[in-house]
């Protein structure tokens, strides 16, 4: 009886998780365009990707009438790709509910053009990518793709890509064909960073009217913004809706001397923005936070609740890297751990045993209060992890002091001789006389 | 010549003055100026021993200063300009001892 129902538990267990794992994977997606039909044709392989990678949704058109992203409370989708054009938002969805879709934890592509609407530049702004003004495109008269962009020179040809692992893991073997709108990020900005930067002589103008100064120029251009907001949420924008085109991927690069620079990257690069955006790269997770008492009042207490000062602790915790499906231990020397109680008492570096846990074992300061331990890790292209666990230090009971310490004798002694020298005194005082 | 001869005069005239004090009197004198010696031994010891039993050593050491006041002010009561000499000074006297005795164990640790 009893191996049958264990029997019957596991094979329910597997059951629910095989149904956990296939509703993880099935992803829902929906895919905004001005005009569905078309981008379904020139952007195939882009969505086809989306697709292979496990999503599955539909492509709407972003003026629908019946367009809705939220049912009561219900998200209807978990993630949102915008080829934002210059038609206005439909249905029930307008920038507020767009922001309060990423402020839930979901996460969003966004391509733009030049002429792209209020509305979505509004959106942009919200999540602090700046477009550029309509009319303007990304400029290069040095690095440009001769085959497309001989006339204008608007089609760039750009290199200058994030230095981030957990975004463009290998880095990229090719340039990147882009033709479409600059975009900024305000300096200082702690969410958003550029995956795309313009090269050295790039900027951003209009193509038809000579310029003689520009707002926005070289490195200061971002072609393509990744955002990771405070709740972890991911947002890209691109400022081009071309370079994820069928053609795009397929383009080869040719340089101003004519001379041809082989196939562009950006397949590999749109790939790799859409999967850092949907969470499928650089995903820090965090488990098993726990700090025990290694010598001090109760030795090799797990999770006391309370720590005497001077105690000596061990504080670990994993962290696993989520990329492609699959998570394995996280490596780095830089994370730190903080012992605070307003300001930071104790910060030090934990150590990893290369199979994810990190840990460290630090001296509680000598001062009592509510303490708390606080790990907060932000890496560029990493998802951001803050942990925080109050543990109070109290100081010594009265009973917990040492007693009949030998180098105290003495002292002991002169009280005890005092005594004994006002019990003599006393007696003779009064019995005198 | 003549001020050590002044000294040696202000000292024996002390010397046969404090022979009439009352032996209660010189006995009280005895203890306090144990007191304030074995305050200062304990002082020296710190200073050589180091101040680990810092709470120890601030309990034996205004135990035996404190046992030094109270006995001086004692004195000053029994003695001829004072207000008495009865047992009712020393009951206060005793009160105050005892409870400098309780303080003192109680810090010494």
């Known amino acids: 009886m009893a191996p049958a129902s264990a029997l019957l538990a596991a094979a329910l267990l597997c059951a629910a998780a095989v149904a956990a794992a296939a509703a993880g994977q099935q992803q829902r997606v929906l895919v905004l365009a001005d005009d569905p039909a078309a981008i379904k044709a020139s952007h195939s392989k882009f969505l086809a990707s989306l697709k292979q990678r496990g999503y599955r949704g539909d492509v709407k058109a972003i003026g629908s ?48 053009d030049s002429g792209v609407s209020e ?189 005497r000062i001077n105690d000596e602790v061990e504080f670990s915790v994993e962290i696993r890297e989520c990329a492609d499906g699959a998570c394995k231990p996280f490596k780095a020397s830089d994370v730190q751990v903080e012992l605070v109680m307003l300001d930071p008492y104790v910060r030090t570096t934990l150590s990893h045993d290369d199979a994810g846990r990190f840990s460290t074992q630090v001296k509680v300061p000598d001062s009592y209060g509510v303490f708390k331990w606080v790990l907060d890790y932000r890496r560029l292209g990493y998802s951001y992890i803050e942990l925080t666990e109050t543990v109070p230090i109290r100081p010594f009971k009265h009973n917990e002091y040492e007693r009949f310490i030998v180098q105290a004798y003495p002292y002991y002694t002169s009280i005890a001789s005092m005594m004994a020298g006002f019990l003599a005194v006393g007696a003779f005082f009064l019995w005198t006389k | 010549m003549s001020q050590i001869d002044t000294l040696r005069e202000i000292i024996t005239s002390f010397e046969s003055a404090y022979r009439s004090t009352p032996t209660k009197l010189k006995l009280l004198d005895a203890f306090s100026v ?76």
């Open chain 1, 65 to 112: 009438k019946g367009l809705q992203l939220k049912e009561w409370d219900d998200w209807l989708y978990d993630k949102l790709v915008i080829f934002g054009g210059s038609k206005a938002l439909g249905g029930a969805v307008d920038v507020e509910q767009l922001v309060e879709f990423v402020d839930a934890g979901h996460d969003l592509l966004l391509a733009v």
């Open chain 1, 119 to 307: 509305e979505l530049r509004a959106l942009a702004d919200q999540l602090g990518v700046d477009v550029d003004a309509s009319g303007h495109a990304v400029i290069d008269h040095f690095s440009y793709d001769a085959a497309t962009g001989a006339k204008d020179r608007a089609s760039v040809l750009a290199s200058n890509y994030v230095q981030s692992e957990a975004v463009l893991p290998g880095g990229l073997k090719a340039p990147v064909l882009y033709r479409g709108v600059g975009l900024s990020i305000a300096p200082g900005s702690e969410t958003a960073f550029a995956a795309l930067r313009g090269s050295p002589t790039a900027y951003s103008g209009r193509t038809d009217a000579a310029q003689t100064e520009a707002k926005l120029a070289g490195p200061a251009i971002t072609l393509v913004a990744l955002v990771q907001l405070r709740n972890n949420a991911r947002v890209a924008v691109a400022g081009s809706v071309d370079m994820l085109s069928d053609a795009a991927f397929a383009a080869e690069a040719t340089d101003r001397n004519n001379k041809n620079l082989g196939r562009v990257a950006n397949e590999a690069f749109c790939s790799a923005i859409s999967k850092w955006a949907f969470q499928e790269r650089g995903v820090l997770r965090a488990s098993n936070l726990s700090h025990r008492v290694v010598s001090g009042a109760h030795p090799g207490a797990v999770k006391p609740e309370r720590y």
């Open chain 2, 34 to 109: 144990c007191a304030l010696l074995t305050a200062v031994l304990q002082f020296v010891y710190a200073k050589l021993v180091g101040t680990f039993p810092f709470n120890s050593f601030l309990a034996g050491f205004f135990c035996c200063v404190g046992t030094f006041v109270l006995t001086v002010s004692l004195r000053m009561k029994v003695s001829e300009g004072g207000s008495g000499s009865g047992p009712r000074e020393f009951g206060g006297y005793a009160l105050a001892m005892l409870t400098l005795f309780i303080a003192a164990w109680n810090y010494v640790g």
